[in-house]
Each structure stands twice: as C-alpha cells, then as structure tokens.
C-alpha cells in the first residue's frame, strides 16, 4: 500500500533553514506528481508546492516563492523541501501528499526565536 514518510522537522530560528524529506513507497513514484501541504496551529490546509513525476517543473504557492524548493530524487522514491529565510508564520505540520487521498504522518516545524 501507498506509504508516505516524512522527516525533518524541528526547531528552527527566523532567517534559518530547514530540509524535509518524505520516503515513498507502494506505488510508481517516478510518474507521479508529489506535494507538499502545511498546517499552521489553529488554521486550515495550505498547499505549499508540487513537482511533476519527472521533476521537471514546480509550482509554489505565493507566501513560499523564493524562499522554499521542492525537489525529488525518483532513483531514492524520496521528494524535498529546502526551506530557507524562515519566517515564524512557516510554523505547522508539514505533510507530503500523493494526491488528495494519501497523505504522510507530517513533520512539525517549529519557527521561534
């Protein structure tokens, strides 16, 4: 079955940097899209970005462009997200998602000075 691991998170300081990492497993990752959703405390569901199969294009939302990367390495079935200039509104759960059905457990960034 379709398996979704996330890992990275923790305590950072505004300005600094983060890498998540999500291992996926259970399906053909190397053809499809991947995301990446975030919640912050007390908010609703944010997209943050997506990547196509084969990597060669990503999308952002506003708030993240310039600052986050999303990447993938279809040969590990592992999909990132470089996250730099930090701000404390970044602050959430960060979930991989395959689809709308299929999500990941989420890692927690915690964004404070």
């Known amino acids: 079955q379709v398996q979704l691991v996330e890992s990275g998170g923790g305590l950072a300081q505004p300005g600094e940097s983060l890498r998540l990492s999500c291992a996926a497993s259970?399906?053909?990752?190397?053809?499809?899209?991947m995301t990446w959703v975030r919640q912050a405390p007390g908010k609703g569901l944010e997209w943050v970005a997506g990547?196509?199969?084969?990597?060669?294009?990503?999308d952002y939302a506003d708030f993240v462009k310039g600052r986050f990367t999303i990447s993938r390495d279809n040969a590990k079935n592992t999909v990132y997200l470089q996250m730099n200039s930090l701000q404390v509104e970044d602050t959430g759960f960060y979930y991989c998602?395959?689809?709308?059905?299929?999500w990941g457990q989420g890692t927690q960034v915690t964004v404070s000075s």
């Open positions: 998602t395959l689809g709308a059905a299929n």
């Open positions: 259970g399906f053909k990752f190397s053809i499809v899209p």
């Open positions: 990547i196509y199969g084969d990597g060669s294009d990503a």
